[in-house]
């Protein structure tokens, strides 16, 4: 069976990798999802992976820190992630390349675009680290930056919902679950689905994104094939 999204770019938080130990590396959680991203690989796809850094680092919140600082911190903390979901890759049998937009040669990759896109075409994992390399930009914007660099089909959004909702479904039973929206909707409504930058980069670059939920790890395999879960959201 094809996959329907021959490229694709998954945004995974720090935040999933912990699992329930809320903080650090939880492995059968990072096996799972690696599992089910070998499971892309091996169907054709070309996956190239952006990870958050909330698990080990989330400074800035406290407003104790120099934002700049803190951004910077939480860069290297998401380096330590794309090393981690790497070696699990590389445990399975997958070929992977950690790329890293500020340079740290000794660990990675610098982030090269024509590189990621050569790696991607020889069936290569790409994983990207330290967001955009600048701060007082989020892993969310990132993903929006790089999905449109490698001209990926799709932004795939791994979160601890099934969905967009329109407002928080864990506080209100009420909460109702959207199947498609613009990124307009979700920058006019402030629905939280990702910040305002990263939403106005992928509705102004034509992005399509599934937003699902990663509890289920399989769940990235498919919507790679196309399984209707989730909530799309694109300006089309």
């Known amino acids: 069976m094809e996959p329907k999204y021959k490229r694709i770019l998954l945004k995974v938080s720090g935040e999933a990798l912990a699992g329930d130990n809320k903080t650090g590396l939880n492995y059968d959680v990072v096996t799972d999802i690696c599992k089910s991203i070998k499971k892309c690989a091996d169907a054709g796809a070309q996956v190239a992976v952006v990870v958050g850094g909330g698990n080990f680092w989330r400074g800035r919140s406290s407003g104790a820190m120099d934002r700049t600082r803190a951004d910077h911190i939480g860069m290297l903390a998401t380096t330590m992630n794309a090393l981690a979901l790497a070696d699990v890759l ?3 049998g997958c070929t992977v390349r950690v790329q890293t937009a500020i340079a740290m040669s000794q660990v990675a990759e610098p982030y090269i675009r024509n590189r990621a896109v050569r790696h991607l075409d020889k069936g290569r994992i790409v994983i990207f680290g330290c967001g955009t390399g600048n701060p007082f930009f989020s892993t969310d914007t990132a993903a929006a930056l790089r999905s449109v660099e490698i001209e990926a089909d799709i932004l795939l959004k791994a979160t601890l919902v099934d969905g967009v909702y329109d407002k928080d479904p864990h506080k209100f039973d009420d909460a109702k679950k ?5 990124f307009s909707q979700v920058i006019g ?23 699902f939920d990663l509890s289920r790890p399989d769940n990235i395999y498919d919507a790679v094939m196309g399984e209707n879960i989730g909530t799309v959201v694109s300006e089309d």
């Open 90 to 92: 590389e445990s399975l």
């Open 189 to 211: 409504e402030d629905l939280g689905v990702m910040d305002s930058t990263a939403a106005a980069m992928c509705r102004d670059n034509h992005m399509k994104m599934l937003v």
């Open 178 to 182: 959207y199947d498609t929206l613009t």
